[in-house]
């Protein structure tokens, strides 16, 4: 089970001409694009003053394949 927090991109999720992207889909350099325009975006982040922009996960809720629930307890593995 894989979770990760993305940002950027260079599909149609964030079409080109709108909300400011800085970077458009067909630059090979969209990531330095994305990069150099830190300015328009770090501040929206509220880091590291808040973990606000971070991933946060209270349980998995996981289904066996006869339909069975299960709940695994990951707040071992979470920062509180």
């Known amino acids: 089970m894989i979770f990760n927090?993305?940002?950027g991109g260079a599909s149609?999720?964030?079409p080109d001409g709108q909300c400011g992207k800085p970077w458009?889909?067909?630059d090979s350099h969209s990531?330095?694009?994305f990069w150099n325009n830190k300015g328009a975006w770090w501040q929206?982040?509220?880091y590291p003053e808040t973990n606000?922009?971070?991933l946060q996960?209270?349980?998995v809720k996981v289904?066996?394949?006869d339909g069975t629930e299960e709940v695994m307890d990951q707040k071992a593995f979470l920062q509180e």
Do not use: F, L
């Open 31 to 33: 990531v330095n694009a």
């Open 12 to 14: 149609d999720y964030w």
């Open 5 to 7: 927090v993305a940002v």
């Open 57 to 59: 996960i209270d349980y």
């Open 44 to 46: 929206t982040w509220n």
């Open 52 to 54: 606000d922009s971070a």
């Open 24 to 26: 458009s889909n067909t």
């Open 63 to 65: 289904y066996r394949d």
